[in-house]
């Protein structure tokens, strides 16, 4: 069965609600997924599952020192994470607030491991970004996202 883990840092609660929505997403495709808060994450882990999507709120347009630090130490083992599916999702304080520049840095390491990461052509083009709490609409791109890498990580890996 594939197997998704789903990484976050939420202080407010909003990161977290996004994990819990995208797990939905995930869910419905018929994956495994893992939700856990970046402290209850070891580098090793990452090695387990089939796709990786790491959540985090916007500090100062990029992604939380907590999640930095896991990446950080997880070059260990670089070339191990090559080929597993990749993605992020992020929630700020306003437009303009640094959303993309966040996605992008935690892209930019899943890039550098070697990952596939997934984009969307017609909205949400590096991840899901939430502005405050996630509402209606951002809850149902976070499913459709989940959705969206369960299937690209069930192609690749089953």
């Given at each position: 069965?594939?197997?998704?883990?789903i990484?976050?840092?939420?202080?407010?609660?909003?990161t977290?609600k996004?994990a819990?929505?995208v797990?939905?997403?995930v869910r419905?495709?018929?994956?495994?997924?893992?939700?856990k808060a970046?402290?209850n994450?070891?580098?090793k882990?990452l090695l387990k599952?089939?796709?990786?999507i790491?959540?985090s709120?916007t500090?100062?347009?990029?992604m939380?020192?907590?999640?930095k630090?896991?990446?950080?130490?997880s070059?260990?083992?670089h070339g191990?994470?090559t080929?597993?599916?990749a993605?992020?999702?992020t929630?700020c304080g306003?437009i303009a607030?640094?959303?993309?520049?966040t996605?992008l840095?935690?892209l930019?390491?899943f890039?550098?491991?070697?990952?596939?990461?997934?984009?969307d052509a017609n909205?949400y083009?590096?991840?899901?970004?939430?502005i405050?709490?996630p509402n209606k609409?951002?809850e149902?791109?976070?499913?459709?996202?989940?959705?969206?890498?369960a299937?690209l990580?069930k192609?690749?890996?089953?």
């Open positions: 069965m594939t197997k998704v883990l990484v976050y840092f939420s202080k407010s609660g909003n977290k996004m819990l929505a797990a939905r997403g419905i495709e018929g994956a495994k997924v893992d939700v970046v402290k994450v070891q580098p882990d599952y089939d796709a990786l790491f959540g709120p500090y100062y347009g990029l939380a020192a907590e999640l630090k896991l990446l950080d130490v070059v260990k083992y191990r994470l080929g597993k599916v993605g992020a999702f929630s306003g607030g640094g959303a993309e520049t996605l840095s935690i930019a390491a890039l550098i491991h070697g990952m596939v990461a997934v984009g909205a083009h590096y991840g899901p970004v939430s405050g709490a609409a951002i149902l791109a976070c499913v459709n996202y989940g959705r969206k890498l299937r990580a192609k690749l890996f089953s």
